[in-house]
């Protein structure tokens, strides 16, 4: 089930490979392709040194971004043991560089080295200053740990960044958001 996304969009429910999914799935997704516009590069990558997708370097970069996953997920999920122990220490792999660190069942990493935390924030680097605030409320509200902790397609439309300025064409409200320099070096 866990080609359900493209690898580099997969919740971590689809990571995680829950026994099922709802469409929390689909909101995680759209999260990640509306950065991947609004910044014309992966908000997630989740490859190894050989260029090959793996989960466990995905989870690495998404805990970079979301801090610790709940304890709650770590016990949704029937494969936790392929990535803890029986103590929730994450388990390392041959196939995985030394640079993915380890996750524990509190949600702690349990290995060197430390994960470098970083925001969506820090990383949107095209979105207009006036809009900035706004865009990353949206995707904070989309690229949540718990399913049930995003928010519905109905939240997100009710949401003021889709409500400011609707767009009456395709490209309208790209001029809105996107950064003056971005837009001028024809990226759009």
Not at 12 to 30: G, R
């Given at each position: 089930m866990g080609n359900i996304q493209p690898e580099?969009?997969?919740?971590?429910?689809?990571?995680?490979?829950?026994?099922?999914?709802?469409?929390?799935?689909?909101?995680?997704?759209?999260?990640?392709v509306l950065w991947d516009m609004l910044e014309v590069?992966?908000?997630?990558?989740?490859?190894?040194?050989?260029?090959?997708?793996?989960?466990?370097?995905?989870?690495?970069?998404?805990?970079?971004?979301?801090?610790?996953?709940?304890?709650?997920?770590?016990?949704?999920?029937?494969?936790?043991?392929r990535l803890f122990d029986e103590s929730g220490i994450y388990q390392p792999s041959q196939y995985v560089s030394c640079a993915v660190a380890n996750l524990d069942v509190?949600?702690?990493?349990?290995?060197?080295?430390?994960?470098?935390?970083?925001?969506?924030?820090?990383?949107?680097?095209?979105?207009?200053?006036?809009?900035?605030?706004?865009?990353?409320?949206i995707l904070a509200n989309m690229l949540r740990w718990l399913p049930e902790k995003k928010a519905t397609a109905r939240e997100l439309l009710e949401h003021p960044w889709m409500q400011d300025d609707r767009p009456r064409s395709g490209f309208e409200k790209i001029e809105h958001f996107i950064s003056a320099e971005q837009w001028d070096i024809g990226l759009c």
């Open positions: 580099v969009h997969r919740a971590p429910e689809t990571l995680m490979q829950f026994e099922s999914y709802s469409s929390a799935v689909d909101i995680w997704n759209v999260g990640c590069e992966h908000l997630f990558d989740g490859r190894d040194e050989d260029g090959q997708h793996n989960n466990r370097v995905h989870m690495h970069e998404i805990v970079s971004l979301l801090g610790n996953p709940p304890t709650e997920l770590l016990r949704r999920s029937p494969q936790t043991w509190t949600g702690q990493w349990g290995a060197k080295p430390a994960i470098d935390h970083t925001s969506l924030e820090d990383g949107m680097k095209n979105v207009a200053l006036q809009k900035k605030t706004q865009v990353i409320q």
